[in-house]
């Protein structure tokens, strides 16, 4: 591609653009830099988590690429917040917003320095989804490099350790069922080394579909960050993206109704994370193509469950990786795969996956043999979810895909924490976490930490909990969330009352409230609706609060007409 053809030419042509030249020349590039493909490169590297801390390292080896095949990289940064350092505190209000921040800072670095296309450096649960959104709305030429899954921990009831591990081993040692010398040693070595959690959370969940939906390197998202493969990958994609612009492979080639289709059954292969539900459709928006719940939920019942990876399963994503990872299972699923997708190899998975054989082990099953009959989620309705739920069944043992129980209501996330460290959640219940939804919470707080405090203290299995939040990808037990319309827009969940029975029928789709009709429209016609949580008053939640869609439509803030 000539100089001319690129789109850096629009601020970089000489004479009438050498201003701009020179801030460049000031920083250290030569023209010989500026008259090849200028390449951004959005990293979201920093020492808040070790999800993104290798970040810094992996981005030189993206650059080593980019040297390598002809063009210059140009790097700066973004957010990269991880849901972990905001679990369950104040911080989770903030973790779903930072998603449209992040895809809205990289648009804005993108456009102002012109750059010829993008290397994402990224990898917890928002920060993908963001650069992803990112890559779609501009549609310049993208590649995805993410940091790698961390390695598990010290072996813990029955597992390898990881993060989660320490709210589950909080309720134990509440209970007097390990010591506090045993759980200060789990503090220690449940998360051994950098990288995005070990098990499949939403970070890893997004990392793989990412690779499915063809915006990173075949074979690249789960090898694990301490790897050097890792820096292979990176310098591998840095080489990539030249080619891209060579060959004007932009992102809406990659990222449009086949390539999010083949991601989501992927997702649904693998026993991804319920959060899935909210990026999707958010990337779709950005990519300007159709994609509903009705999409996720046929994708979910149409394809089997065949990667087991924890919490599905007992092994956690390096094992996942060393059974073949991502490719195996696309090569099991190619009979169901869009074939018109593209990746950012500029071929179809088809031709991708030519030369490798199809495995069947332990971890990876053939569609002929699955573990389960559909895929890791379920979008439920009824009278509490007119609109639309979401759970996840492969994270669900078989006993609890129906249950029906009483409910006891909490307007937030920390009500119901206080109850069930005071333990007084009995066998039976339905908890029902209201108000924090995207607009009411507001942010759409994730109730991980009560899911684990009820495993911790042997619920797990006699309890379920319903909520206008959303669940990490590590939770197990009986849960539904995403409930939509939320409270604070007059949902039906802001009209149950304690001691109301509850149905949950996974198989059947439904989630409802088993009282009359006639009960239900009064309840409705006299509900006082809370507003958005203090959080709201003031700063970025004070607009996300204002501005959310729901999360049916993904909590997205529109941005075009």
């Known amino acids: 591609m000539s100089k001319q053809q690129l789109r850096s030419t629009e601020t970089l042509a000489k004479p009438e653009w050498s201003s701009i030249r020179a801030l460049y020349k000031g920083i250290g590039y030569s023209d010989y830099d500026l008259d090849r493909p200028i390449i951004g490169i959005a990293n979201t590297w920093n020492t808040g988590n070790p999800g993104h801390s290798n970040l810094r390292e992996v981005a030189e080896y993206v650059k080593q690429g980019i040297y390598q095949a002809g063009g210059t990289p140009v790097e700066f940064g973004t957010i990269g917040p991880c849901d972990g350092m905001g679990c369950g505190n104040t911080g989770m209000h903030y973790i779903l917003p930072s998603r449209g921040i992040i895809a809205d800072s990289v648009e804005m670095m993108a456009e102002v320095n012109h750059v010829d296309g993008l290397v994402l450096l990224g990898s917890c649960d928002k920060v993908v989804p963001g650069l992803l959104m990112a890559a779609a709305r501009l549609d310049l030429p993208a590649i995805m490099v993410n940091s790698g899954p961390a390695l598990g921990g010290m072996e813990f009831a029955g597992r390898a350790s990881d993060n989660s591990s320490m709210v589950e081993a909080l309720a134990m040692l509440e209970q007097g069922k390990i010591t506090q010398a045993e759980y200060d040693t789990l503090e220690n070595r449940s998360n051994p080394c950098c990288g995005s959690c070990s098990f499949l959370g939403t970070a890893n ?316 429209a009064s309840r409705m016609a006299s509900l006082t609706i809370r507003k958005a949580g203090p959080a709201a008053q003031k700063g970025y939640l004070n607009v996300y609060s204002r501005l959310a869609e729901s999360a049916h439509y993904g909590a997205i803030i529109r941005n075009r007409e």
């Not at 990392?207 to 499915?212: N, P």
């Not at 099953?365 to 009824?382: I, M, N, R, T, Y």
């Not at 249950?403 to 119901?416: K, L, M, W």
């Not at 005071?422 to 908890?431: D, F, M, N, S, Y």
């Open 205 to 520: 969940t997004m990392c793989a579909v990412a690779e499915a939906m063809g915006m990173t390197l075949p074979g690249s998202s789960m090898i694990p960050a301490v790897m050097a493969d890792r820096l292979r990958a990176a310098q591998a994609s840095g080489r990539r993206i030249v080619e891209m612009i060579r060959e004007g492979l932009s992102a809406r080639k990659v990222i449009n109704k086949a390539g999010i289709t083949n991601a989501v059954r992927l997702g649904m292969a693998i026993g991804g994370s319920t959060n899935m539900a909210l990026h999707f459709p958010a990337i779709a928006y950005e990519a300007e193509c159709d994609f509903t719940m009705e999409d996720l939920d046929r994708i979910a019942r149409e394809t089997p469950h065949i990667a087991n990876i924890y919490p599905n399963g007992p092994k956690n994503v390096p094992d996942f990786y060393e059974a073949g990872g991502v490719p195996a299972v696309m090569k099991q699923l190619l009979p169901l795969l869009d074939q018109s997708a593209v990746t950012c190899t500029g071929l179809g998975w088809e031709e991708v996956l030519a030369d490798l054989a199809p495995v069947e082990n332990e971890m990876i099953h053939s569609l002929e043999h699955p573990f389960h009959d559909w895929g890791s989620l379920a979008v439920l309705h009824g009278n509490i979810a007119p609109m639309s739920a979401v759970t996840k069944p492969t994270a669900i043992d078989p006993s609890m895909l129906r249950f029906e129980g009483n409910a006891r209501c909490f307007d937030s996330e920390d009500e119901a924490t206080r109850a069930v460290h005071a333990g007084e959640i009995r066998p039976g219940t339905v908890l029902v976490i209201r108000y924090e939804g995207p607009k009411g919470g507001p942010g759409m707080r994730e109730m991980v930490r009560i899911m684990k405090l009820l495993y911790g203290q042997g619920l797990a299995l006699s309890t379920a909990l319903i909520t206008d939040g959303r669940f990490s990808g590590s939770n197990n037990g009986c849960f539904v969330g995403h409930i939509s319309p939320e409270a604070s827009e007059g949902g039906p969940i802001a009209a149950i009352r304690d001691g109301d029975r509850i149905l949950i029928d996974i198989e059947k789709g439904e989630l409802s409230l088993l009282i009359p009709d006639e009960e239900l």
